[in-house]
């Protein structure tokens, strides 16, 4: 995928989760630098989901990207505790400045 191609590219670690439910599991173990959370699923409370993982993680970057139409799940992402969201096409284009910017090479 572009995250993985783009993190190997900087030499950045990467684990991916297929659900929210995974990610939620996998994040209280390995504590990662980084939750990047793609909004594109119908039917899942991503609010909920993003709320839980604040509170679990406080101090880990958040940043959620979503359907440029959707700005509604955008917001609600921004207010569960999303440091940063983007529509889909921005975060293409700023996600090797955002792995900088929050990770470093491993």
């Known amino acids: 995928t572009k ?3 783009t993190a190997r590219h900087l030499g950045v670690k990467v684990e991916v989760a297929s659900n929210l439910s995974k990610l939620e599991e996998q994040a209280s173990i390995i504590n990662p630098a ?3 959370i793609d909004l594109g699923s119908n039917g899942v409370d991503y609010p909920n989901s993003i709320r839980r993982l604040r509170s679990s993680l406080p101090d ?6 979503g359907s440029h ?9 921004g207010t569960a505790g ?3 969201v983007f529509v889909r096409s921005e975060f293409v284009k700023t996600l090797p400045d955002l792995l900088r910017k929050y990770t470093s090479p491993q």
């Open 3 to 5: 995250i993985t191609d």
């Open 34 to 36: 980084l939750i990047l």
């Open 60 to 65: 880990t970057p958040i940043i959620a990207y």
């Open 69 to 77: 139409v959707d700005k509604k799940l955008r917001e609600q992402a």
């Open 82 to 84: 999303c440091n940063e």
